[in-house]
RNA sequence: GGUAAUAUAGCCAAGUGGUAAGGCAACGGUCUGCAAAACCGUCAUCGCCGGUUCGACUCCGGUUAUUACCUCCA
């Protein structure tokens, strides 16, 4: 029983899917105009996160997620840099694509993009239209806020505020376009000549933001959808924009449980773009070997907390992976020396700590929680080599339970293929021979010359292992 | 101003009405030819003030601080 919780309930509910064993969810991508930073890869690290426990639950799990690729700022960028708005978004769709991979974010089921879903656009809008929820203001169609029951709700603002608030930004010309100023765009007519459009009913336009996530997720998922993820500042407007066009549209529920991330702060201000104290991914893996820290450093707080990123933290994740994989790689040298059968008793300790984990991620996935599960078992892993015996089917439960734990975070492998040299390969055997010799001054030698190749010797009971640094 | 969230050891971070998981760091042991790795042990009374309760860190009220949202933002 996974329990999730919903941001526009504000409680904890028991998760149950639409269809029995599949989830349709989407989560709101970037729009493309620069580099993403760390703050919006923890939304995606996050989501990666849900979707991967769900179907390490078994579930079949449909991920829809967007590009929105038109917008004032991709325009905006493009007027700057003396190029058109798709170079743009194109060079940073891809860039995201680039940067994701090595944080090991699954790829969505659907990789949607606004421009693609323009004339789905059109017919929505026209729809909201016709049943009275949009009008047309020279050539802008906005969305009449008031009119849809429950507008604000998901972000728990209050109508009248919000509306006062709303007046207090637009210019004179503005308010005469609009009939509320709290109604918001759906779609917005061309400012400039050489400005990107479409043809519309309306005159030559864009889509508002808000309105490609509630078509692509209409027409890549359905009506109604199990799971909307995004980071909380989405809840409003966007998120509460999406919620207002498309339950107008389809007269149905659009969502039943509204996931949100927190922010990743820097120095307890929130990292964004706007403020511009950003770290992006795509710098950071310029500078930084090691993305899988990233993703434990994420884990050890829950999505929905705010997690602030520092070098202090990094650090620490950084050395709690390499106590992770160091646990796995002792454990895996026993391989060789393991007898045949296998310890029940351990097995059963295993399970128990299996049994935490799925308990603390059922539990909103609560990361920390699950992860402290892990450690528990490297501890039990390096217990366990220690002992004179092992046996080989417990080493191998014991190493496929951590790394299939661990994959629920996106960690996926922990012992990267060692790749050493002929002449390394040799030093390591000479210094074998050199310890059977007893000759300590050799062997100690070989091993700062391994050392400085990158390569570390330690010795146990079993004898030599040794490791990549 | 409105609406929320958060406040737990040097740091990161869980948690329960009955005397605080886990990781990092530190200290002390064990193991080891040495080293490394590992293992064991030690290390907090939960922002502040009240209240409810046999008992609260966990509920209620207040207070302080920090952060976020209130149409750029994951």
Known sequence: MIKVYNTLTREKEIFKSIIPGKINMYVCGPTVYNYIHIGNARSSIAFDVVRRYFEYRGYQVNYVSNFTDVDDKIIQRAREEGVD?????NKYANAFIEDTLPLN??????RARATEVIPDIIVFVQDLIDKGYAYEAKGDVYFRAKKFKGYGILAHQDLNEMTENAAGRLDDEEMTRKEDPIDFAVWKATQAEDEISWESPWGNGR????IECSV???KYLSNTIDIHGGGIDLAFPHHTNEMAQSEAHTGQKFVNYWMHN???????EKMSKSLGNFTTIHDMLKHYDDPMTIRLLLATTQYRRPINYSSDTLTQARVALDRIRTGYRNLLFRLNTAAVGKDADLEVTIKKQIAVFEMAMDDDFNTPNALAAVFELVTLANTYADNKTVKVETVQYLLDTILLLLGVFGITELNDKPQITDAQK????ARVSARVA?????SDQIRQQLSEGGVIVEDTAQGQRWHQA
């Open 207 to 210: 889509p508002g933001w808000h």
């Open 426 to 429: 040799q030093l390591l055997a």
């Open 216 to 218: 692509m997720a209409q």
């Open 85 to 89: 708005e798709m170079t743009i978004a």
């Open 105 to 110: 974010i699954q790829p969505a089921t659907v």
């Open 262 to 268: 927190g922010f990743v702060n820097v120095n307890n």
């Open 438 to 442: 007893h000759d300590f001054e050799l």
